[in-house]
């Protein structure tokens, strides 16, 4: 089992829309999950970040987590073609001494105009 | 704004070169990381470095090797570059868990 597991998509919604990504994680312990956006040729740029279990929002964007199930999302509300992009989770597993991320494949989301 | 430069965004070595990746923060960030970028596999960490002199190997730290001399500087040294090294690298530092990534460097290894 991978670590940290996403969907690869791509995950296509019409502008407008909400979008829903997913992320599961293996470990249990886990304390900390960022949610990072990688346009094409790009790098990663972080756009949320959660520790505790509930919603965090900011923006179009809000953060959920859950532990017991072991999954963390991100929404994107008002979705736009400028959000069509790469999502990468990332998990800091509680095994890490320091902040060694884990990150997922990503998935790709395509907002159609 | 948090700048993480590394100093080359495209390179094209030859096999068994010894190749350099230069990474620099402007932030005096304690972590740094070293991340390779292959289609299919995400991001894989390389090495990462949570002090000046210190290092930890990732997940795929064979023939790789780093060094950190300076807070703000972490180098990648390919000590023998090889064809399964074509990659893109992105280097990283980090604050409170919250990584920045440099522009990335794409090394094609011929």
């Known amino acids: 089992q991978k670590e940290v597991e996403q969907n690869s998509g791509p995950l296509s919604v019409p502008e407008g829309a909400i979008a829903s990504l997913n992320c599961t994680y293996s470990?249990?312990?886990?304390?900390?999950f960022f949610w990072y956006r990688q346009y094409s040729g790009k790098s990663p740029e972080l756009i949320m970040f959660?520790?505790?279990?509930g919603d965090k929002e900011d923006g179009r964007f809000t953060a959920q987590l859950n532990k017991a199930s072991q999954y963390v999302s991100l929404l994107i509300r008002d979705s736009q073609p400028s959000d069509s992009a790469t999502y990468l989770c990332?998990?800091?597993?509680?095994?890490?001494?320091?902040?060694?991320?884990?990150f997922g494949t990503g998935t790709r989301l395509k907002v159609l105009a | 704004d948090v700048k993480v430069t590394q100093s080359s965004r495209y390179l094209v070595k030859r096999t068994g070169e010894k190749v350099f990746l230069e990474c620099v923060q402007d932030m005096d960030h304690e972590n740094m990381f070293w991340y390779r970028q292959d289609p299919g596999l995400g991001l894989r960490l390389i090495y990462f470095?949570?002090?000046?002199?210190?290092?930890e190997k990732g997940d795929i730290p064979e023939g790789y090797s780093v060094s950190r001399e300076k807070k703000e500087r972490f180098s990648l040294i390919l000590e023998s570059a090889s064809t399964n090294q074509t990659s893109m690298y992105l280097c990283a530092s980090s604050l409170r868990g919250r990584a920045f990534f440099g522009q990335g460097t794409r090394l094609t290894v011929v």
């Open positions: 959660i520790y505790s279990n």
């Open positions: 470095s949570y002090d000046v002199k210190m290092k």
């Open positions: 990332a998990v800091v597993p509680q095994s890490s001494g320091t902040y060694k991320y884990i």
């Open positions: 470990d249990r312990g886990s304390q900390s």
